[in-house]
């Protein structure tokens, strides 16, 4: 991608002070949107900008971005405008350094003078990647010649204001079919109440995410909103929606007063305005009947199949629902309290209605989570009970997304990838705004060495989920262990001004610098993750990491040697046979590779693609373990 400002010379000429702070604001107001969608600011051109991206998509996504805070800006902001022109191009680029050369950065910069001034020009290349997926028409210009190109090549310019059927003005938001569900606010007299105005939002975005005709924001992306509101106009930048679904629950005795209101983010009007006054035992007809309404002002045809599905939910006893509801919000939480306290919600739950299927799924998650995720519990604790409640929710709900993905996660700890892939693909066809089925599907892949479509998987996880840590994060770990590392440091900046101090952060930092060689940034890291983590047994590995850094090798070998005696889960059993594959010690690597997948505790992409275990995957022993996990 190339950005240009328009004028921007002649102006200077002019007013070279007012010229330069006019600068100066454009770029405040570009380059979070360039983080925002994973872009790389490879250099300034002086008035703009060059940037690559990890697809096409993500680009385009990007440059309409930027264009619709720009409009906003100068009708809000009075005296000078900025006015942007921006052109993307998809092919080959050669890295040198932290720059990029080639012919595809030349036609890059070719097709951006075509843009109108406030718009918008790709190649076909990519028109070819996006035309169904932006949500914006295009037009197509004639051959163009551009300059130093041998041949003509085709140009489309995106139309950034569609015109409406009705009497307004037209939409010109990110996407015409993304919907943000901000947190619904609890005024109900008692203020533990809070549990069911969240697990309202949840509801809410999980039936909304069931209409393919919409892409529904993850709740971790709007869950910040509820503690640090801010403007519709700033929540439809930072999130790429069109629109906002906003509200309030209040509830007296089995009683609910819900308010709900869409606001269209263009134009900061509401479209829709609704209260429900119901019976607690209501609530799932009354989801099922926002989700239509909502749906009938966006203009979203309702398939024949998700009617079904909305009219035919299970409807779980009141009591049931709102024990439910209490485990799903402590499933948000990752310390062992906060997974036994969910747990034990979701265990009432079913003791109030065995029949409660979205209860099973819930306690089968908190069970893997627990053991299987954070490791707080051996697998004999777990595994057993949480096969039964996938089976269980399965029975009771065929079609519910949060069973299949939990399904998956269970088939791809037994390494049997296929049917985990199948598990997947069946979550994401009945909910394709599930972000966490696409993480997962993303790390499964990873797994499968599949590195690129594993990329691919993540960014639409991002796109449905773009404040999550944990999307970001293993974003990073990735790029990092294929050693693209200028792309992974631009998704750990961004991760810091999603999660600022904390972990998963630091966690991925200390990865960079370990990839880099830099022993003392490495130490800083893993210092801080101690105040983070205090006493768990993979800061000893990272100490030793940073033994063999320094060279002190036999300093490493003792420091981790006590840990081989860690009863499961708390021995780390993947970093030992790491930390010995750093060192050159193959035969205790292999060792302790063995006892992690015995344990379900394997993951291969730890040493599938990095330098540092280029040793490891070169002796015979590793095809034996790739054949042992029935992978090619």
């Known amino acids: 991608m190339f950005t240009d400002m328009v004028g921007f010379t ?106 109108d001034p406030g718009g918008i020009s790709v190649s076909q290349q990519v028109y070819d990647q996006v035309q169904n997926k932006l949500g914006r028409g295009f037009d197509r210009l004639p051959g163009q010649q551009l300059k130093g190109l041998r041949q003509p090549i085709d140009i489309y310019r995106v139309r950034l204001a569609e015109p409406d059927s009705s009497e307004s003005s037209g939409r010109t938001a990110s996407d015409t079919n993304r919907i943000a569900v901000l947190p619904f ?48 106009s700033q929540v439809g930048t930072e999130l790429g929606v069109a ?115 979205a209860a099973h799924a ?100 991002r796109e449905l989920d773009p404040l999550s840590a944990l999307v970001l994060a293993f974003r990073a770990s990735l790029l990092i262990d294929l050693r693209r590392l200028d792309e992974a440091e631009s998704v750990v900046d961004r991760l810091h001004e999603v999660e600022h101090e904390g972990f998963l952060y630091h966690d991925q930092r200390a990865g960079l610098c370990l990839a880099r060689g830099d022993a003392e940034g490495f130490l800083r890291e893993v210092d801080a993750l101690s105040a983070a983590l205090p006493g768990r047994p993979e800061l000893t590995i990272a100490r030793a990491r940073y033994q063999v850094l320094r060279g002190d090798v036999d300093g490493a070998r003792e420091a981790v040697r006590p840990l081989e005696s860690l009863p499961e889960p708390t021995r780390p059993t993947q970093g030992l046979a790491s930390l010995y594959s750093s060192i050159g010690d193959l035969d205790a690597a292999f060792r302790w590779i063995d006892v992690a997948v015995s344990a379900g505790r394997f993951s291969p992409r730890a040493w599938a693609y990095s330098p540092s275990g280029a040793r490891l995957r070169a002796d015979p022993r590793w095809a034996a373990v790739v054949r042992r996990l029935h992978l090619d």
């Open 185 to 232: 606010s609890n005024i109900s007299p008692d203020p533990s109440d809070a549990y069911l105005s969240d697990g309202l939002t949840e509801e809410v975005i999980s039936v909304l995410s069931q209409l393919h005709g919409l892409r529904v924001i993850a709740r971790t992306s709007v869950e910040p909103y509820k503690t640090a509101p801010k403007p519709v």
């Open 243 to 357: 629109w906002v679904l906003e509200g309030s629950v209040r509830k007296a005795g089995n009683r609910l007063r819900i308010t709900a209101q869409l606001i269209e983010v263009a134009s900061q009007e509401h479209r829709w305005a609704q209260t429900y006054d119901r019976e607690l035992d209501d609530v799932f007809a009354l989801q099922s009947e926002m989700a239509k309404e909502v749906a009938g002002v966006l203009e979203i045809k309702v398939r024949a199949p998700e009617t079904r599905r909305l009219d035919g939910r299970s409807v779980p006893n009141s009591e049931s629902y709102l024990a439910y509801l209490q485990g799903r919000t402590a499933l948000h939480g990752a310390t062992e309290v906060e997974m036994r306290q969910a747990a034990t919600h979701f265990e009432h739950a079913l003791s109030l209605d065995e029949g409660n299927a």
């Open 10 to 115: 002649s102006r200077t000429q002019v007013d070279e002070t007012g010229s330069l702070a006019l600068l100066r604001e454009q770029e405040i107001l570009v380059r979070p949107i360039l983080a925002a969608h994973l872009g790389r600011e490879v250099k300034s051109t002086g008035d703009g900008f060059l940037v690559e991206f990890p697809s096409a998509l993500e680009a385009a996504r990007c440059a309409v971005a930027i264009q619709e805070r720009i409009a906003e800006r100068n009708r809000t902001v009075p005296g000078p405008k900025i006015v942007l022109r921006i052109g993307i191009h998809l092919g080959d680029v050669e890295q040198q350094g932290d720059d990029i050369f080639g012919d595809a950065v030349n036609v890059a910069a070719r097709v951006q003078p075509t843009a």
């Open 362 to 461: 819930g306690l089968s998650d908190a069970l893997q989570l627990l053991g299987g995720t954070y490791h707080f519990a051996p697998r004999s604790e777990w595994e057993a009970s949480s096969r039964r409640h996938v089976r269980r929710a399965l029975e009771l709900d065929p079609d519910l997304a949060e069973a299949h993905t939990s399904h998956a996660l269970l088939l791809w700890s037994d390494y049997d990838f296929a049917a985990a892939q199948k598990e997947f693909a069946r979550a994401i066809a009945l909910n394709p705004s599930f972000a966490w089925a696409r993480l997962w599907h993303a790390e499964c892949l990873a797994d499968m060495f599949r590195p690129e479509e594993s990329l691919q998987e993540n960014a639409l996880a």
